[in-house]
């Protein structure tokens, strides 16, 4: 079978819809017929496995499968659901965060590359790799496993400030050990009307992304409301977003 496409979700800061991205176009992709399956390299308390109420302690995660010696990717992967679309998950959780110390190691020599070999060959169409809110050993893994990086930024001016440096990473880890990793493109979410001038922002992240060389998805995702419920405007971008992504429309 061909490699996967792994596409990662990259941004280094916390709170800016890594993880809701990483599960809504895992979803789509699912309702779409594709194979898809989400690894979380999130240990912190809110990562989407937890949140997503996954099995953490009869199941070996993503933490398992990259220490162990030798390793089926297959074998750390549990069946969830998105909106009633089937999606594997290859948990992360609190076991990442020893995983992330080993691996940290200089002497662990080819650690950065454990995520890519783990995924050599493994029977899916998309392999979504949610990324922690900060720069680790597990953002450059995902980076060198991944050929399509998806940055989600808020339409808010911290947020734009650090996109460069997001850019940066991806761009150094293509010199340097990934040629054939890009940013797919920069993915406005929680997008408010009612914001201090978001339209304004929305123009800025534009232009940022221009000189970098990086493309904008024209999809935004809204922000939305608990009380939404179904009519969740969110979920509709996302629809919208996956389409885009897979090169229906934009
Ligand atoms: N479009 C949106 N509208 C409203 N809330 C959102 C939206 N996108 C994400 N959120 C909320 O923002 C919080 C942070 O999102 P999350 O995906 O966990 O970010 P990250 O993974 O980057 O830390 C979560 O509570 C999530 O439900
Ligand atoms: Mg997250």
Redesign the pocket.
């Known amino acids: 079978m061909a490699d996967p496409c792994v596409v990662a979700?990259v941004?280094p800061?916390?709170?800016?819809?890594?993880?809701?991205?990483?599960?809504e176009l895992a979803g789509q992709l699912s309702k779409a017929g594709k194979s898809v399956v989400i690894v979380d390299l999130?240990h912190?308390p809110?990562?989407?496995s937890s949140?997503m109420g996954a099995d953490m302690s009869t199941v070996e995660g993503i933490a398992h499968a990259l220490v162990a010696e030798r390793y089926d990717f297959c074998d750390c992967v549990q069946d969830i659901e998105v909106r009633g679309a089937p999606v594997g998950l290859a948990a992360g959780g609190a076991a990442v965060g020893a995983a992330e110390q080993t691996l940290s190691d200089v002497a662990n020599v080819g650690a950065q590359y454990r995520l890519r070999e783990l995924l050599e060959g493994a029977p899916y169409d998309y392999v979504i790799v949610?990324t922690p809110?900060n720069l680790s050993v597990m953002t450059i893994m995902a980076l060198n496993a991944a050929t399509r990086v998806i940055i989600?930024v808020f339409a808010e001016e911290e947020s734009v400030r650090g996109l460069q440096g997001v850019i940066d990473t991806v761009d150094a880890i293509r010199r340097y050990s990934n040629p054939a990793v890009s940013v797919d493109g920069v993915l406005v979410?929680?997008?408010?009307t009612q914001a201090e001038s978001p339209a304004l922002l929305a123009e800025e992240i534009a232009e940022l992304a221009r000189e970098a060389g990086v493309g904008v998805y024209s999809t935004r995702?809204?922000?939305?409301?608990a009380k939404d419920g179904r009519r969740?405007?969110?979920f509709r971008?996302y629809e919208a977003f996956a389409a885009e992504f897979v090169g229906e429309v934009g």
Do not use: E, F, M, W
């Open positions: 979700i941004n800061k916390g709170g800016v819809a890594k993880s809701t991205t990483a599960r999130d912190s809110g990562c989407l949140t949610d809110g989600p979410c929680r997008y408010s995702i809204r922000q939305s409301h969740n405007l969110k971008d």
